[in-house]
């Protein structure tokens, strides 16, 4: 889980495995945005979940949410090595203009 | 297409020294922008928002200020540099009337020491 932790968790697996990255957020939303930043660049979006969808799919990426648990999760099937980055999970307060970022995950993949 | 240009890429100061980061946005009328600070290692913390010419929003104190001279120019800007200023300053757009898209620039890599 991404929240709520002050270090940025890092996972490491082998090219062609699939990989799930979970988050949970304070406050309450109604849109999850994940995005991904490779090393030494800006942060790219990759998907954006809203409350009713419970699941959205892009390609090899499937984000979930679960408004009830207020937690989010994203899995990359069939990863490659230029997945490797930190992803993040973002929410922001209904009508807030902050958008807060959780503490991140380090993916690493192997080839 | 929209472009997003920050500057300089990487900057080197000295404590008390101050600083001035700029942002432009191409291609886009009346953008949100934002400015977003990470410690290396670290979550992107959201510093301003700006919706309007000449109307900037704090989120947190870092003392810091910034500054929207025209629309499609954002400045962060400090008179006297601290060492926890170190790290990595992002400037993102959005669209229209939301947050849910931000378009993050390649940022500037800031030592202080």
């Known amino acids: 889980s991404q929240w709520g932790e002050e270090n940025l968790q890092a996972l490491s697996i082998q090219e062609g495995e699939d990989v799930t990255m979970n988050c949970s957020y304070k406050?309450?939303?109604?849109?999850v945005q994940w995005y991904r930043q490779k090393s030494g660049k800006g942060p790219a979006q990759l998907i954006l979940i809203r409350s009713n969808e419970r699941e959205k799919r892009s390609g090899r990426l499937r984000a979930t949410l679960d408004t009830s648990s207020q937690s989010s999760s994203l899995s990359i099937t069939g990863t490659l090595a230029t997945d490797t980055a930190v992803y993040f999970c973002a929410t922001d307060s209904s009508g807030s203009w902050q958008l807060i970022f959780g503490s991140g995950t380090q993916l690493t993949v192997m080839p | 297409a929209q472009t997003i240009h920050q500057w300089p890429v990487a900057e080197i100061k000295a404590v008390g020294s101050p600083l001035s980061l700029g942002c432009t946005i191409k291609?886009?009328?009346?953008?949100?922008l934002y400015w977003y600070w990470q410690a290396t290692g670290g979550t992107l913390q959201q510093l301003f928002y700006?919706?309007?010419?000449?109307?900037v929003e704090s989120v947190v104190q870092l003392n810091l200020s910034a500054s929207r001279p025209k629309d499609d120019q954002f400045i962060l800007s400090t008179e006297k540099l601290l060492l926890s200023h170190s790290g990595f300053y992002l400037c993102a757009w959005s669209p229209g009337v939301s947050n849910e898209r931000l378009f993050f620039g390649h940022g500037t890599k800031l030592s202080v020491l």
């Open positions: 700006s919706i309007t010419v000449g109307q």
């Open positions: 291609g886009k009328s009346s953008p949100n």
């Open positions: 406050t309450y939303t109604t849109v």
